[in-house]
C-alpha cells in the first residue's frame, strides 16, 4: 500500500489491521474479492469496489482493496494531524463503526499483530 502521507506507526497499524481482517491473509474473503479490509459495498462514498460477492465489496487487485481503504478514511474524514498512534487510530474506526467487536479485544488483537511483525 502506497503510505499516504501517514506516519509510520498509523501506516503499520492499516497493515496490522488487514494481517487482523484477513486472519493472516488466509480468509475467503481475502481470497476470492481480494478484499483486505472486511469492506462492505460502499452506497454513497467513492469506491476502487468493482462490486458486491458474498456481501462484500470485490476488487479487481488487493492494492485496490488498499487503496478503498484510504478513500473510506477521506470519506470519514481521518484528521491525521492528530491521531497518530494505533490506539486512537482504532478508536477512530470504532466511533466510525468500522467494526462490531468489542473496542478492546479489536485493540488488543491489532496491538498482537503490530508487535508480532515488529511495526513498532
Do not use: H
Not at 491521531?83 to 467487536?101: G, S
Request: aromatic letters at 16%; charged letters at 25%.
Amino acid at each position: 500500500m502506497r503510505n499516504k502521507g501517514y506516519n509510520n506507526e498509523i501506516s503499520n497499524t492499516i497493515a496490522a489491521v488487514a494481517v487482523y481482517e484477513t486472519g493472516g491473509f488466509t480468509s475467503k474473503l481475502f481470497n476470492e474479492n481480494n478484499n483486505l479490509f472486511g469492506m462492505k459495498q460502499p452506497r454513497v462514498r467513492q469506491t476502487t469496489s468493482i462490486g458486491e460477492k458474498n456481501g462484500y465489496a470485490s476488487f479487481e487487485t488487493r492494492a485496490d482493496s488498499c487503496e478503498d481503504f484510504c478513500l473510506w478514511l477521506v470519506y470519514n474524514k481521518f484528521p491525521e494531524d492528530s491521531i497518530t498512534n494505533l490506539v486512537d487510530f482504532v478508536n477512530f474506526m470504532k466511533d466510525k463503526k468500522y467494526f462490531e467487536q468489542d473496542l478492546t479485544i479489536y485493540r488488543n488483537n491489532v496491538q498482537g499483530i503490530y508487535k508480532m511483525y515488529s511495526m513498532t
